[in-house]
Each structure stands twice: as structure tokens, then as C-alpha cells.
């Protein structure tokens, strides 16, 4: 929901929450998308970042392993936002890619590379397995198999 004020000086609520949808996020010239940092870990403006099992920023190193996902935009240091009501401080991130898209995870799968097997989860979203070599697919959270035929739902950077 959106609040706009009127000429009267009065604050009205408008709009929906938007429903989830295949894509979840893109801008013709830029992308950037807020993560949480993994605990004890410096990110400063300027710094490669890649993302840990569990879905966290963190420096990016070249490690094995690790993918590299763009630029950190702002820094835990001195935050943009401060963190909020039990939430952490978040850091913006220019990340590698051109659209943020929701996939069904047909396995259990952690940050990282994923690619799509042509299948669809409930008539609707494309289902990615993890993937052991490069593809221009990566996860951005991680997901447990499957249980009772219920999918879950993550964000995938697609580049």
C-alpha cells in the first residue's frame, strides 16, 4: 500500500499488495535488490559481494565455490537505513543481472547457481534444480525439497 498526501493535507491509502507473480523485479537500465549481511562482516560502497549458504551478504573472494553477485551500492557501516522494529540493517546491492524472477525450487537448493529443467510448478512457475557449473541463473535464497507437493517459491537472478 501506498500513501499519498492530498491537498487537504490528509494522508489516503491506495493501491493493492501486489500479487506474486513470475517476475519479480526488473529496470531497463539498472538493477538493485537489499540484502542482509552475514553476522561479524564489514561491507563497505564499492565492495564484491556474494551471498553464503544461507542467503547473507559477503565479501566476494574469488573462493572456490562462492558466485559472484555485483556491487555493494551502500554499507553496513554507515547504513542508509537504519535496521528497524527487530530487522537488520540491510545493503543495497548493483547486482549482475538484468530481472529478478520467482522460480519453484524442484529440490532443496542454497544460494547459488540453479538452472530451469523446463518444467512448470503449478501450471505456473518455472521450476530450477541446482546446478554444479556456471549457468546464468542464481538463486538468491535458499529452499527445502519439497514436501507434500508443495513447492518453495524463490527469487532467481536471471543474467
Known sequence: MDIMQTREGKLTLYGGKTPRVVIYKHESHKLHQAFNVADNVKIVQGM?????NAG???????????VYLGVAV????????????DFPVEVTVAVEGYIICNYAAK???????????GTLYN??????VTSNTETNFIALASA????SGVAEIVPVLVR
Not at 564484491?48 to 553464503?52: D, G, I, P
Not at 547473507?56 to 562462492?66: H, P
Not at 529440490?107 to 529443467?117: E, F, L, R
Not at 501450471?123 to 530450477?128: G, S
Open 48 to 52: 564484491a559481494v556474494a551471498l553464503n
Open 56 to 66: 547473507k551478504l559477503i565479501a566476494y573472494t574469488g573462493a572456490e565455490g562462492q
Open 74 to 85: 551502500t554499507d553496513n557501516v554507515t547504513p542508509a537505513y537504519a535496521g528497524q522494529r
Open 107 to 117: 529440490g532443496a537448493i542454497t544460494p547459488g547457481y540453479v538452472k530451469p529443467d
Open 123 to 128: 501450471d505456473r512457475f518455472p521450476n530450477v
Open 144 to 147: 527445502s525439497a519439497p514436501s
